[in-house]
């Protein structure tokens, strides 16, 4: 496990570090090129609910580590690195920066599963109410983390695709 301790930092250190080019063309002609934080700034639209997909480019990770071995692991094991992924991001996301007037359906619904659990749990605990309901993670996020394969990966087509590329990153023709 302390590997995979060691990768969620990698993972944070990432998102928080990673710096792109951003090029700015007018007329089909390159008029600018600047730096900035791509994962951080996909992370505030995340929180602004301008955005609801974390894309994170396996071409990238490489990029900033140049760690073939970090970026193999995420390859041959993306189910877990989602996981670890999405944890980073969960510690990473910064507060809004913009107000929500309404409620949208999923703060709707989760607000009532709040409610619903905390008034069956004092029914079963007598009015015990230190303690807030746990929910997973997992129910709570409002993105979806989606790892995106490298560009040197080629495409497999469907009916080649077997139980041995279960839980790896495949590209599928």
Do not use: W
């Amino acid at each position: 496990m302390t590997e995979y301790n060691d990768d969620l930092e990698k993972c944070e250190r990432f998102l928080k570090s990673y710096i792109a080019l951003r090029r700015t063309t007018e007329n089909g002609v390159v008029s600018d090129v600047s730096t900035y934080n791509k994962y951080m700034v996909l992370l505030q639209d995340v929180a602004n609910r301008t955005e609801s997909t974390v894309d994170i480019e396996l071409d990238d990770v490489y990029e900033y580590d140049k760690d073939e071995n970090f970026v193999s692991r995420i390859e041959q094991n993306t189910t877990r690195y989602i996981r670890l992924f999405s944890l980073a991001v969960d510690k990473l996301l910064p507060l809004p920066e913009i107000a929500f007037e309404d409620d949208d359906v999923r703060d709707v619904l989760i607000s009532q599963r709040v409610r619903m659990t905390r008034r069956n749990e004092e029914e079963a605990q007598g009015n015990n109410t230190d303690n807030p309901p746990v929910f997973p993670k997992e129910l709570l996020r409002r993105y979806e983390l989606h790892i995106v394969p490298r560009s040197i990966h080629k495409a497999l087509p469907l009916r080649s695709i077997g139980a041995s590329e279960i839980g790896h990153l495949v590209v599928v023709r």
